[in-house]
């Protein structure tokens, strides 16, 4: 893999920069990455990847499988990060949806002390984009002066989230999406259908295959008739906001298939439409009108669209 393989040549040059932000759609690794960089960063026989047997990358092993309230660390009542036993890495993730000023806090009191056992320090950031501005800010503020033998490493699907005074301080790399072959592997699941329409994606992939009702639904869709559309329509209605939104990914994902395929500009009108109705569902938007307006630009004008889109 090429990311893989870029960091493998950085890490050797010794030229890791101290600050980085893995970016990236969600569920394609970004987390697992930026874990094999940090074990890396802390291995006592500094390779990349990690030795795997050292006593640093023995303390770091586990990390992930152990229960999370094992790992949580608390400053005064509030929980500020997850510490296993290793001294020299800690894992900041959001408390519920945000990342606090106070746990960044924590993390100055971290880094400005010398590492114990490796020859660096790391601090991951996962979901950095959960950072609240004041939390943004202090992180700001020790990045423009990072002690020099720490390192950061952010975690990120929502690049717009991020102060662009931060992401200029890091060092950006684009995690790509799965390949077909890759997520094969992972999960087990072989179904190509699935595969294609998770966009690389293990998260989307699951959904999937958790919901399979939802996916054949989407599939029909241009090939209703008008009474099973209004049937459909009303029933969406009553589907949670995580159905709904599954529901239109997978659409988005049909007709960003199409486009690419055809390079006709109504699926672009198309995308934009399923793409302002994800952002805006459960923001009052109306998704009958948006279904309708789907269908009918999608459909009745060409009718060997219609069974091309939903792969028949
Ligand atoms: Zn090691």
């Known amino acids: 893999m090429k990311l893989q393989a870029f960091l493998e040549r950085m890490f050797n040059q010794k030229r890791v920069p101290q600050a980085l932000l893995f970016y990236g759609k969600e569920g394609i690794g970004k987390r697992e990455i930026a874990f094999e960089l940090s074990k890396a960063l802390l291995c006592l026989k500094s390779q990349y990847p990690a030795c795997g047997v050292c006593e640093s990358c023995r303390l770091l092993k586990d990390f992930f499988s152990q229960p999370e309230e094992k790992l949580k660390v608390y400053e005064d009542d509030k929980f500020v990060y997850l510490q296993g036993d290793h001294p020299d890495f800690i894992y900041l993730k959001p408390e519920k949806t945000e990342i606090k000023v106070d746990q960044i806090r924590a993390v100055r009191d971290f880094v400005y002390i010398k590492p114990a056992l490796s020859p660096k320090k790391v601090v991951v950031i996962y979901n950095a984009d959960a950072m ?25 699907h929502n690049l717009n989230s991020i102060l662009p005074t931060i992401k200029s301080r890091c060092f950006m790399l684009e995690v790509p999406p799965l390949t077909k072959e890759e997520l094969a592997q992972r999960t087990g699941i072989k179904d190509d259908l699935l595969l294609e329409l998770s966009e690389g994606s293990i998260i989307l992939l699951e959904s999937l295959k958790e919901k399979k009702e939802i996916v054949e639904t989407a599939l029909k869709f241009w090939q209703l008739d008008w009474v099973s559309l209004f049937k459909l329509a009303n029933k969406l209605e009553d589907w949670s906001t995580e159905d709904k939104l599954l529901f239109l990914k997978i659409l988005s994902g049909l007709i960003q298939k199409k486009y690419l395929q055809e390079r006709d500009e109504r699926y672009k009108l198309m995308l934009d439409r399923v793409y302002f109705a994800m952002e805006y569902l459960g923001k009052g938007i109306n998704l009958k009108l948006t279904l309708f307006y789907l269908y009918l630009k999608g459909g009745d004008k060409n009718a060997s669209y219609k069974g091309a889109l939903s792969g028949h």
């Open 132 to 156: 609240n501005p004041y939390a943004q800010n202090a992180l700001l503020k020790v990045l423009e002066e990072p002690p020099l033998d720490t390192h950061f490493i952010l975690v990120s």
